[in-house]
């Protein structure tokens, strides 16, 4: 049935598809024996809690960043039975993002190029819906994603990741710093060793003053040489990082099968789905043995299947993050994973 679904929808902008597909299923959640009919047919029956980070997962398979912005479809998406959102990017101030068009589908390729922006309502907003969602009995794992306003200079990009870590620190279960999107203008150079230092240890000193701090991750890009993920890997070491996400969105277009003016004159983003799972798995694997497998990791990056996953957990992986999968795979690909593990 998706598939045909899928056909359909393609045929729309990608991102008012987004929009209307999820508020569709919002409507469907709201009545409760529809949501009923929707979980016992979407979620896996044959998971394993995994105990990661100190947190209780109920499931290895989560939704990455950048779907549930700001987390508008958190019961939704626990209906369709992943372990854990990842609610984000929230920057500081509301952005509207980059100009639109700004969300691609390469259908030959199984991938999406994104130049969204981190356009999301703000922390405060969101911490006001994640309050009430908390007042649920939920056993859905929250992260929250955090980045900076695209108006503040990378100086003091500290201070914006400050006010989401304070803000959201009640309501999420653990954190992720996000300085790896390529789309907000000079966010990648903050991944250089001094920057992150300054960003991650200043988290990590407001962290430990809490009564029970929270796992404090951080999400790399794929495109990193050696040498910098060896310095990520050295600074994670050296202030106790509890983890990294590898990784996000690649810049390169390499390989791709869709024609070359095509995705020329789609232009400037991030590439996700099938062509950078080879590269994630890579920068994974690099990790986990470069630290003697030290430091956790959350796997993403071109997962569609349970191959994929298997692929991940052999690399190094803990927990895996699906995004563009979701996409192609459609609502019952957490389900489709756990039949093929």
Known sequence: MYPLIRSIFFRFSPEGVHYFSMNSFKTLCSIPFVRSIIRSSFAPSNTQPKEFLG??????????????????????????????????????????????????????DK?????????????????????????????LIIGGNIGKNKVTPNEDAWKDYEICFNALFDYVDYFVVNVSSPN??????????????KILSHLQTINRQKAQPKPLL???????????????IDLAIEINLDGLVAT?????????????????????????????QERSTEVLQYIHQKSGGKIPVIASGGIF????????????????QVWTGFIYEGPTIVKKIYKDL
């Open 55 to 108: 947190l209780r997962f109920k499931n290895i398979v989560g939704l990455a960043a950048g779907f549930d912005k700001n987390a508008l479809y958190l019961k939704e998406l626990e209906a369709m039975g992943f372990g854990f959102v990842e609610i984000g990017t929230v920057t500081p101030k509301p952005q509207a993002g980059n100009d639109k068009p700004r969300l691609f589908r390469l259908p030959k």
């Open 111 to 139: 991938a999406i190029i994104n130049r969204m922006g981190f356009n999301n309502e703000g922390v405060e907003v969101v911490a006001k819906r994640l309050q009430q969602w908390k007042t649920r009995k939920s056993d």
């Open 184 to 197: 907000t203008p000079g966010l990648r150079e903050l991944q250089e060793k001094d920057s992150l230092r």
């Open 218 to 232: 951080l999400k790399i890009a794929p495109d990193l040489t050696p040498s910098q993920i060896d310095d990520v």
């Open 248 to 276: 996000n969105t690649t810049i390169s277009r390499e390989g791709l099968v869709t024609d070359k003016a095509e995705v020329e004159a789609i232009g400037m983003g991030g590439l996700s789905g099938k062509p950078v």
């Open 305 to 320: 299947t349970g191959a994929d996953v298997e692929e991940k957990l052999q690399a190094g992986a803990s927990l895996v």
